[in-house]
């Protein structure tokens, strides 16, 4: 999922890699709204994020389970892969 507003996420599994600019998450880039909820999920695909070292502001929202959480919960979630910062 790229974007999630108050959205329930629930027993997913991610198993393919990820590249991503921003927002890189192994189940959703970009989680909002205080009832979005993301649980027993799994994710066992790499996670990239491509950026300019000379912009290193360009460089964040990374995760195993979720880019940025804004609002909402995570519960019982797992990464089982690796996380790259690619430059």
């Known amino acids: 999922v790229g974007y999630a507003n108050n959205t329930v996420i629930s027993n997913c599994i991610n198993e393919s890699s990820i590249n991503a600019c921003r927002y890189g998450g192994g189940i959703a880039g970009y989680v909002t709204g205080n009832d979005s909820v993301i649980e027993e999920c799994i994710n ?39 996380l790259f910062i690619c430059l």
Do not use: H, W
């Open 44 to 82: 066992k695909g790499s996670i990239s994020i491509t950026g300019n070292i000379n912009k290193p502001e360009e460089l964040y929202n990374l995760g195993g389970i979720v880019g940025e959480l804004n609002a909402g919960t995570i519960r019982n979630c797992y990464n089982d892969n690796f």
